[in-house]
């Protein structure tokens, strides 16, 4: 059996399933009059059962690529980020029968809708681990600190959901401002989407070598337009464009290109849809988060960081530096990943000091939330991809 064409089919299968999903959750929110029949409408009952299906789709995808591959799918940007998103359904499903919120669903499918999008931008190829990955302790680290991001990831869905409701849009503010800039870092994700697309399906292709950090002449094949070149660069590739600034060995030149092309392709796609709806992304969203009940959102965000900080100090720093340990002989380094691991770690023990010492409940404690998730975001897209360090081949 082609276990790897297998574990292809079913991701494409629940990335649909998540697409129906959030279809009947929204329809859950939108025709339910009351409490009791937002909790126990048809439309969310079918909403949970289509996003189970899909959950378990890509379950059997993560299963079926692991036997394709003989090790754990979480050595690359694309097995992470998908295994990733997996875990973060897989945590709303929990949720959603512990509360019945089908608003959860509306907001957190979505989420792992354009996670898996992103994923698929990566090359998915099945390679051999390198030396440093292959370990045991990889697959513990990596698994339970996606668990755990995953499981914060929810604090954030919720705490949006909060904010969508309980803030005035009619009203130029500082609250609008910033969860307006929310919405528009979730465009830039698809921006990223549509320009990786339109630039592979054109088949552009640059090669060039330079010099990495270590001194050691590499080589490298950009897929989209070089903005940037790698340090002492050479254009292999004569017939097309020449980048316009030289980076240091330090900096992905290449991903930094596509973070600047998809941040182009982003802020394009933001304005159409403010020319097109005449309003803040954010408006959109309001409608179907007016039926939520704001105390329970803030109980839902506040019981994600309680389950997702323990399990993310066990994945992300206690089980990370027992493969470090193994990997590099020592159990800390400052790699950037790491450094950014650390910085993750103490903006969640503060959030809850304040929550518990200082009282930080409702508005502020969703906005921390978000927060807390935007961070997550920038060490998985941002430091993996632009900042070289130990971590650079993920």
Known sequence: MDYAALSANLLLVSFIAYLVGTFFFGGAVKVSKTEKTYKDSMWGKIGIVVTIIGFVSQLGYFITRWIAAGHAPVSNMFEFTTAFSMMLVGSFILIFFIYKTPSLGLFALPIAIVIIAYASMFPREITPLIPALKSYWLTVHVITAALGESILAISAVAGLIYLAKNVDLT??????????????????????????????????????????????????????????????????????????????????????????????TGIILYILIRLIFRRPIAALLQPFAKKANSQLMDEIGYRSVL????????????????????????FWGWDPKEVWALITWLFYAAFLHLRLSQGWEGKKSAWLAVAGFVIIMFNLVAVNLIIAGLHSYA
Request: glycine share 6%.
């Open 171 to 264: 009203k130029k503010s500082k609250e609008r401002f910033w969860l307006e800039a929310v919405m528009f870092t979730v465009v830039l994700v698809l921006g990223f989407v549509v320009s990786s697309t339109a630039f592979s399906l054109s088949g552009y292709e640059a090669d060039f070598t330079y010099v990495d950090k270590n001194g050691k002449a590499s080589e490298m094949t950009y897929n989209m337009p070089p903005l940037f070149g790698m340090s002492e660069y050479e254009q292999v590739t004569t017939d097309t464009m020449k980048p316009w600034f030289e980076m240091p060995a330090i900096v992905n030149a290449k991903t930094l290109t596509t973070f600047v092309w998809s941040l182009f």
């Open 307 to 330: 389950i997702g900080f323990p399990v993310f100090t066990l994945g992300a720093l206690i089980f990370a530096m027992i493969w470090a340990h193994e990997a590099w002989s020592r």
